[in-house]
RNA sequence: GCGCCCGUAGCUCAGCGGACAGAGCAGCCGCCUUCUAAGCGGCCGGCCGCAGGUUCGAUUCCUGCCGGGCGCGCCA
């Protein structure tokens, strides 16, 4: 029965399972005596209820079965009851509310969850099995320094990768760098223009329209002209360039520079891609002409005013999309559908994370995909909201129209990493953010991350004390994985009977669930909630219960066992979260 | 006008079909001669935007309205 160690252990995924399977049984029992026609039993659940009260699991099956059977819940779940029988170890049973059924076991049942949450995979589950998902995010245009959308996509992301490959998903971190077609174009002119002001002393030059009028431009122009001096491309011949030649060189030079600056900042955020795919590289393998063919192969395009269409409102569009303009070249969707059908040859699925003026977006790449026969719902997109800057209680004013937008790295010089990620992961990805500077700034107690962090550095301090005293670790515990379960209970009991011990390890135990809950909901922000509830079980438990002078010698050994675990669990949900688990604060 | 997202405690936000709606912050009251008080306990605080509908049950699903954000280019 004892396996070793295996990843994925979830302790609290196998009760319920169990509990489902007899509940399962009492229904098709009780089904068949009292309504043997009925043929399919009604759907119900097995869930943690949310109150103490009402038991370790509950089970809605009588008030789903009540319809069918024609009887009030209440007495459908008395009848119930006597048939539930066998597996786990059931304290007591009863009937409540409406007629929920409510399982209480036996109090030692969690106990093994105190060794499992001590394991180094602690966490890790097969809930994805090993579905290889490409995810795609931050992706911001490589025209001009990232933004702090940037920023909560980079760490929501990120989060939401680890939580995925920690649930037994296969992920990819991908960035697409929109480095061709108009609006490369359009930076690469504008680069040009700042470049002859700057080494050609023109001052009658004057940003395209569609440009970048930014003064970082200036700034590129001079990175970018280096940059080629260092190529062997010196400033003189650069300038005897035809004026078009001039700019892509200086465009595409300046580019380089400017995902250099994002990859420096995304670094520094602790966000790493593992691909870089670039639209230039698409357009030159002819990805986008395979794709383009394949579309017009269709037989969902057609020709109007001198342009090749899309018909997407087939697909649920709002519009048709032009795919190939009058002069012959592709808009950008064309890429971008080579793009996603080429995650979708490499991944059973792909998931986008778009900022707040994409989402016009879903519709038409949606449709390409399905117009091309692919399953659309193989691509998933998190739509994110704005993110509003507040610093002493007034909004900052960050429309790139004001050309006072606040940059990724300027944010970072000012918010810890640990508080940036931590706040940009708590909140819901689709609902707008509003970042207290202040607060995020702030190292207090009014600041959540260190609740959290706190939490993690008491019990190093404590354990750490125990090693000292030479009560940690316990004998035998060196070699964790076999030694699961090894430590002596009390006959009938549990080795953490006190309140605040079971409500810890009660908190330690949901681990594995709240992660693979994460991944399956692409909501990694329900971690930061659970590394708080976590935390705040700690607290309490370390308030209520003396853990080093615990008195007799099993006991302190159970609170260590149960510090470590709640150490580990804690480390490994910030880690999920990129937010580091301090030694000492 | 059409589309997407959001309206939940004073503020910032979770919850999104289940049992009396939660957290953090702010406010008020207690708790350090003992393992980090960046802590613990308690109190205050909510027509879950409004109106219908579906359901045994709706903050959660559907429809309509109201309020806010963002899109609606042969830019990306």
Redesign the pocket.
Known sequence: MARKAPAGRRPLFEARRDIEARVREAVAALLAEAAPAHEDPPAF?VEV???R???DF?T?AA??L??PLGRP?REVALALLPKIRGGFPLARTEV???G?L?FFLDPSWLDEAADLARLPDWGESRAGAGERVVVEFVSA?PTGPLNVVNARAAAYGDALCRVLSAAGWEVTREYYV?DA???FE?FAESVAVRWAEIYEGRRDLSIPQ?GYPGAYVYDLARRATEALAAEGLPAERLSRLPERERAEKLGRAALEAVLRDHREALRRFRVEFDRWAR?SDLRAEGAAETAFRRLVESGHTYE????VWLRTTAFGD??D??LR???GTF???VP?IAYHLDKLERAERAIDLLG??????L?RLRAALAALGRDPSRLEFL?S??V?LVRGGDRLKMSKREGEFVTMSEFLDEVDVDAARWFFV???F?????F?LD?AGL????N?V??VQ?AH??I???LG?AEAEGAWPPPGSEETPDAVGATERPAGGSRFPDPAEAALLRAVARFPEEVAIAAEER?P??LT?YA?ELA?AF??F????????AGDPARRTARLLLTDAARNTLARALALLGVTAP???
Not at 304 to 307: C, K
Not at 443 to 446: K, N
Not at 542 to 549: A, K, P, S
């Open positions: 659940t209820p949310a109150r009260e009402h038991g509950a809605n008030l789903v009540a319809r819940p409540a509310g409406p929920f409510n245009n929109n077609g108009n609006q359009r569609g639209e109007s005013e001198g342009a709002d519009r999309r032009v303009r009058k002069d808009t950008y969707i971008d707040p003026d994409h989402h016009g977006y519709a739509v909201q704005a509003h708590a909140r819901s689709d609902s707008p953010l509003e207290d607060l190292e207090s107690d009014e959540p260190y609740y706190y550095a008491r190093a301090s404590l004390r909501a922000h329900r909630a708080l705040q607290h309490a370390y308030t209520e219960c003396r853990v080093l002078d030694e000492r604060m």
